[in-house]
């Protein structure tokens, strides 16, 4: 069960930081769906850098350690990051009319 606890951090801090950065830049074409599903992928890849050590500073500025608030913030970050690029990714391959 410990081990279970901070995968689901992650998908919750990525989903919720895709679906946050959706919100805010309604220039994008991100449905509900993708906005999700990238934020949770982020979310996940975040937090697993998070926890392997590669982002200890990052991780200091965001007020946290290794643990569960450090694992939300940086997923929430990398879900945002994501959800960003996929958004911009479709924007620029969206018809122009």
């Known amino acids: ?3 279970l606890i901070p995968i689901i951090i992650q998908l919750i801090g990525g989903g919720a930081g895709g679906n946050i950065v959706a ?4 220039q994008l074409p991100l449905s509900k769906i993708v906005a999700t ?3 949770i992928i982020g979310g996940v890849g ?3 850098l998070a926890s392997s050590g590669a982002l200890d500073t990052v991780l ?3 007020g946290g350690g ?3 608030g450090g694992q ?9 990051l ?16």
Do not use: D, H, W, Y
């Open 60 to 62: 200091q500025v965001l």
């Open 37 to 39: 599903i990238a934020g």
């Open 82 to 97: 994501l959800t960003l690029i996929v958004g911009f990714i479709q924007k620029a391959m969206a018809p122009k009319a």
């Open 72 to 80: 939300a913030a940086s997923s929430a970050a990398g879900g945002a």
């Open 23 to 26: 919100a805010l830049l309604k």
């Open 46 to 48: 975040g937090g697993q």
């Open 66 to 68: 290794a643990g569960n």
């Open 1 to 3: 069960m410990e081990q």
